[in-house]
């Protein structure tokens, strides 16, 4: 069993900054990646970014590439998301995930992000 954590969201103006912090616990071992999802009011849940554990390999949406950054240190099963040049369309419920080879089994209560124009 694995537990995560989101925290770090809020309000903040179109081009503004924001970093995500996600907190893994329990059995992490058995956890290959972690990836960040996003899902705004109205619209599914998307894909924002990936990293894994062993190698610190990133993969991001093309909505949000140059923008975000995510990256991990594996000592604290800790995992950020620097979100810099923030735009209205990024307001959504941000959810923490992690994964064991092509799939996500393990979900955060996710953190609120809310960009104004």
């Known amino acids: 069993q694995v537990q995560l954590v989101e925290s770090g969201g809020g309000l903040v103006q179109a081009g503004g900054s924001l970093r995500l912090s996600c907190t893994a616990s329990?059995?992490?071992?058995?956890?290959?990646?972690m990836g960040w999802f996003r899902q705004a009011p109205g619209k599914e849940r998307e894909f924002v970014a990936r990293?894994?554990?062993?190698?610190?390999?990133?993969y991001y949406a093309d909505s949000v590439k140059g923008r975000f950054t995510i990256s991990s240190d594996n000592t604290k099963n800790t995992v950020l998301l620097q979100m810099n040049s923030l735009k209205p369309e990024d307001t959504a419920v941000y959810y923490c995930?992690?994964?064991?080879?092509?799939?996500?089994?393990?979900w955060g209560q996710g953190t609120q992000v809310t960009v104004s124009s």
């Open positions: 995930a992690a994964g064991v080879a092509g799939g996500y089994v393990y």
């Open positions: 329990g059995r992490t071992f058995l956890t290959n990646f």
């Open positions: 990293i894994k554990w062993s190698d610190s390999s990133t």
